[in-house]
T-cell receptor, first 110, second 115 residues
C-alpha cells in the first residue's frame, strides 16, 4: 500500500515554465515535508507544513498543505535548470508513522 | 554542505563478501538513521538510533547489521547480501528523533551493487 503517492512521476519542462507537483494520501498527516535530491547527493529539506491550508513560499517555490491534511502541492514559477532534481514529500500520519513519497523527477531544460 | 559524510561512495561486492558502510555526522545530533533508496520505490527507513540506542528496526533482514558506537558514527555491516539489495544507502541525522518536525540532514549515500 502506497501511503504517499506523488504525481507526476517524471516531468521534463523548458526553462521559464511553471509547474506543479502533487503529493496525495488517503491518510491524515500531522505534518508534511518537501525535500529535493540532486543527482549524487542526499535529500535536502525545503519546507515543513503543519497546518491544514497552510501556504509557504521559498523564493519561486510555493508549498501548500491541503485543508484536510491529506495532500500537498509544490508549485515552481519560472523554473530554472538548477531546480532539476528528485522532489520527495514525507510526512507523519496520525499514527506517528513517518513515510517518504514515491518522488517526482524534474528536469528543466535550458 | 550537510555535515554528514558517508564512505565509501560506491561499493561493488559479491554475495559472499562482508563489507561495512560508514556514516559520520559533525552536527552534534542525537539521532541517526539508515535509509535504503531503490529505483521506483519510496525511501525506506531501515534503522533509527537515538543517543546510541537502536530505537527502530523496520523488519530489516539480519544480513544488515547496524552499529552505533557513539552519537557521531553509524555503521552498516553487510554480509551475504542478495542482488536485490543493490541500492543507494543513505545515512541521515537530526537533533532528536522527531522526524516530522526536526530537519533530517542526509549524507550523499553509498551506491551499493551486489553481484
Amino acid at each position: 500500500t502506497q501511503l504517499l503517492e506523488q504525481s507526476p512521476q517524471f516531468l521534463s519542462i523548458q526553462e521559464g515554465e511553471n509547474l506543479t507537483v502533487y503529493c496525495n494520501s488517503s491518510s491524515v498527516f500531522s505534518s508534511l515535508q518537501w525535500y529535493r535530491q540532486e543527482p549524487g547527493e542526499g535529500p535536502v529539506l525545503l519546507v515543513t507544513v503543519v497546518t491544514g491550508g497552510e501556504v509557504k513560499k521559498l523564493k519561486r517555490l510555493t508549498f501548500q498543505f491541503g485543508d484536510a491534511r491529506k495532500d500537498s502541492s509544490l508549485h515552481i514559477t519560472a523554473a530554472q535548470p538548477g531546480d532539476t532534481g528528485l522532489y520527495l514529500c514525507a510526512g507523519e500520519n496520525t499514527g506517528n508513522q513517518f513515510y517518504f513519497g514515491t518522488g517526482t523527477s524534474l528536469t528543466v531544460i535550458p | 554542505e550537510t555535515g554528514v559524510t558517508q564512505t565509501p561512495r560506491h561499493l561493488v561486492m559479491g554475495m559472499t563478501n562482508k563489507k561495512s558502510l560508514k556514516c559520520e555526522q559533525h552536527l552534534g545530533h542525537n539521532a541517526m538513521y539508515w535509509y535504503k533508496q531503490s529505483a521506483k520505490k519510496p525511501l525506506e527507513l531501515m534503522f533509527v538510533y537515538n543517543f546510541k540506542e537502536q530505537t527502530e528496526n523496520n523488519s530489516v533482514p539480519s544480513r544488515f547489521s547496524p552499529e552505533c558506537p557513539n552519537s557521531s558514527h553509524l555503521f552498516l555491516h553487510l554480509h551475504t547480501l542478495q542482488p536485490e539489495d543493490s541500492a543507494l544507502y543513505l545515512c541521515a541525522s537530526s537533533q532528536d528523533d522527531y522526524r516530522s518536525t526536526d530537519t533530517q540532514y542526509f549524507g550523499p549515500g553509498t551506491r551499493l551493487t551486489v553481484l
